[in-house]
């Protein structure tokens, strides 16, 4: 493995999410909403998620920068890195398709919204979460910079710590005790743990 392999799986790992989550994205456009909560707060937690996962570690891939932040690159860690950027994937797909029509990229309700709780939900809350966590969990273990690398741990720990209660709450409002219940039996991120 060589620093520039490693750039080219963070590079691949994020176009095969961009295609993995495209189709969704376009049926969440045609399909009507219930209650959005798509805010300004919302927009700029979505940016500070996108600039720590896309916009600086492209920045460093493409330009080094920057420099002064770079640490020796160790081979065994972006092995890691790629592993838990396969693993992020197949996490990514599988809540895709276990939320069908539910999902949104943002805090929104549809209209005929049901209430998910069974495969990976049945663990986990919040399982589209999990994956993001571990993109950047795998971007840190890419790229040797400590500016770069752990800058998607930081965009989407932010978007997470202040929507994830959000969230939480919304869905309260809208299936009552039957996600307080679910609230009761599951983690929102790591089984039996968090």
């Not at 799986?9 to 209650?35: C, D, E, M, N, Y």
């Not at 276990?98 to 049945?122: C, F, I, K, M, P």
């Not at 996600?179 to 009761?184: G, I, L, Q, S």
């Amino acid at each position: 493995m060589t620093p520039a392999i490693a750039k080219a799986i963070l590079v691949i790992g994020a176009v095969s999410w961009f295609i993995i989550r495209w189709p969704h994205q376009r049926r969440s456009w045609k399909t009507k909403t219930r209650l959005d909560q798509r805010s300004t707060r919302e927009k700029v937690l979505l940016t500070c998620s996108f600039t720590g996962l896309g916009i600086i570690p492209f920045f460093y891939v493409i330009s080094g920068r920057p420099r002064f932040a770079d640490y020796t690159f160790q081979p065994i860690l972006a092995y890691l890195g790629a592993a838990v950027f396969v693993a992020s994937l197949w996490l990514f797909y599988r809540v895709h398709r276990e939320l069908g029509r539910n999902w949104s990229d943002s805090l929104e309700v549809r209209e005929q919204h049901a209430l998910v709780t069974d495969g990976l939900y049945r663990y986990v809350r919040h399982p589209m979460y999990s994956a993001f966590f571990m993109w950047a969990v795998a971007q840190a273990l890419l790229l040797p910079n400590w500016i770069a690398g752990l800058s998607g741990l930081v965009g989407f720990g932010t978007l997470f710590l202040f929507r994830v209660g959000k969230e939480e709450e919304m869905m309260l409002n809208s299936f009552g005790d039957e996600y307080r219940a679910y609230m009761k039996r599951t983690a929102r991120l790591i089984p039996g743990i968090y």
